[in-house]
């Protein structure tokens, strides 16, 4: 998996999976000829909920930012998942995709409910884990921390967590330095107000998607053979003449690491709040993601996984057909009018689903004007620093800078007039 989603136009061959692929079990799928293969992505080796550090046997582990690294908060030993590129890439390529690859994080969800029971290593207690709230629990006996690592089928579990790699310090930087340079037009209420050390460490559900498919697009085209004016009164009309082109381009690419959101939370309102503002901040570098282990998520708060792959199929062919005409955009310079495309259609060849968490923080302030409430968001890419968000403004100080700039505008504009007479 790459940085960056990236896209080849390489005609893909014939898809075959290698022997040594990891796919290690199969589902039925209803109505279908084959079934669709699964890459087994599960932590067994945490599958008890207790996971202890390699080298003293605590149970008091935590994600250290700085490195990315777990770290023992007993003996201060640190260590790392495996990354989880080698188990989903396999020895295959890109062109080889064909069908629908699912890993098993990215299962259907069958199941709301959020409890999970532990029996607790340490003593043999029931511990009861609501994922609803967090992804582990100490033992009330023996104080032993259980963490959820086995897949449930409520979406709580994904294949793999990319670590936070912007520390709390630096996001807090970032979120001053993007309120700060509006400051001129923030709201009064807002600058007094704002504590950028409020911010929320979040891990949000995406799933990272490989393709392979080919667009097709078709339209006319123009291109311009003549220019001229014709005086009507006292105003004059340009007119042109133009050959018209029946235009079509065909495209077979591959995607590596497309990321789509598969919470539906974010979806709501923009008129009450901002938090769309998330996929600005994109991308991450999913490359780098390691097998799930809840205490990555230890003092970070997580939203679940509420999207089945099959409801995001729709999405994931929008972006492909956005990048079919993208791929296109070279082979139509000629028509210097432009192209208007009237048909497009996207065959999608092979597609691999993963489900990851994405690290990021997150600043909020609620706000009311003339009693319309809405809570603005400032978020950091918790790997690159991006940061994109919204505040609130103040009408009057826009006001009054539209009206000073267009006075000196005007100025300007006077100034030359007086200077040609």
Request: overall charge negative.
């Amino acid at each position: 998996m790459s940085t960056d989603p990236t896209v080849s136009g390489e005609p893909g061959h014939d898809p075959v999976l290698a022997a040594d692929d990891p796919v290690t079990d199969t589902v039925v799928n209803p109505g279908a000829a084959e079934p669709d293969p699964v890459i087994d992505t599960r932590n067994t080796a945490l599958h008890d909920g207790v996971n202890r550090c390699p080298k003293c046997g605590s149970t008091e582990i935590q994600l250290r930012v700085s490195t990315q690294m777990l770290i023992c908060l007993f003996c201060r030993h640190e260590w790392a998942e495996e990354s989880i590129d080698p188990t989903i890439s396999g020895d295959g390529t890109l062109d080889d995709l064909s069908g629908t690859t699912i890993a098993s994080g990215a299962s259907d969800i069958t199941s709301d409910e959020g409890m999970a029971s532990f029996k607790c290593g340490g003593c043999g207690a029931e511990v009861v884990v609501n994922t609803s709230e967090s992804m582990s629990s100490r033992c009330h006996w023996c104080r032993h921390v259980l963490t959820v690592n086995e897949q449930m089928p409520n979406g709580a579990v994904p294949d793999a967590v990319l670590p936070f790699k912007v520390t709390r310090d630096q996001a807090v930087k970032h979120i001053s330095d993007f309120a700060g340079s509006r400051r001129l037009f923030a709201d009064r209420t807002f600058r007094k107000e704002f504590t950028p050390g409020n911010v929320v460490g979040v891990y949000l559900p995406y799933m990272v998607v490989d393709s392979r498919a080919t667009g097709t697009v078709a339209g006319k085209g123009e291109i311009e053979t003549r220019r001229y004016t014709r005086k009507h009164g006292e105003t004059e009309t340009t007119y042109y003449d133009a050959d018209v082109y029946q235009v079509e381009r065909n495209v077979t690419f591959t995607v590596d690491d497309l990321t789509i959101e598969s919470a539906t939370s974010r979806t709501s309102d923009v008129r009450v709040n901002t938090n769309n503002v998330i996929n600005t901040i994109l991308p991450f570098d999913t490359k780098n993601a390691v097998r799930w282990n809840a205490n990555y998520l230890v003092g970070y708060t997580s939203e679940r996984r509420d999207q089945d792959v099959s409801t995001m199929v729709p999405v994931l062919e929008d972006q492909l057909l956005s990048i079919t005409r993208s791929q296109v955009e070279k082979s139509i310079k000629k028509f210097d009018r432009g192209v208007r495309w009237e048909n497009e259609k996207i065959d999608v060849h092979g597609t691999r689903w993963v489900s990851m968490y994405l690290p990021v923080w997150l600043y909020s302030y609620y706000h009311e004007h003339k009693g319309r409430p809405m809570v603005h968001y400032i978020a950091v890419n918790g790997r690159t620093g991006e940061t994109m968000g919204s505040v609130p403004v103040s009408h009057g100080r826009l006001l009054m800078a539209a009206l000073t700039t267009g006075t000196v505008l005007e100025g300007i504009a006077l100034a030359i007039i007086g200077a040609t007479l």
